[in-house]
């Protein structure tokens, strides 16, 4: 089996350029950002508040999982980027933990 790692060439000119450059630097963020998304996905959840602490130890994330209060005050959403192989382990986890209407979602980039 072969492996492969992408490479991005620029000339010196086009690194000399102000304006090229600019434009280098936009393209390699959001080729970095693909690339980190590959092996990665969005879970979103909607959590009763009661339950939030054992929700949030379960999931791990790139930073903190995010939490937006729900029109019903005593439930929050939470979401958090997770590896994809984690998923299927995380998810029965989460639901046993409190956590119901669990959606896994692709993501296209992730910007560091």
């Not at 490479?7 to 393209?27: C, P, T």
């Not at 092996?39 to 959590?47: E, H, I, K």
Request: glycine residues 4%; hydrophobic residues 50%.
């Amino acid at each position: 089996m072969l492996e492969s790692t992408p490479r991005f060439i620029a000339s010196h000119g086009a690194l000399a350029d102000g304006a090229r450059k600019q434009q280098i630097d936009r393209l390699l963020m959001l080729l970095r950002g693909a690339i980190t998304a590959a092996t990665r996905v969005m879970l979103s959840m909607n959590v009763p508040r009661e339950h939030l602490a054992q929700v949030l130890a379960i999931l791990p994330a790139l930073s903190t999982p995010t939490t937006a209060p729900l029109a019903d005050a005593a439930w929050l959403d939470v979401s958090a980027v997770v590896e994809e192989k984690q998923a299927r382990l995380l998810i029965p986890d989460l639901y046993a933990a409190g956590a119901r209407g669990i959606i896994e979602l692709p993501i296209n980039k992730i910007i560091e």
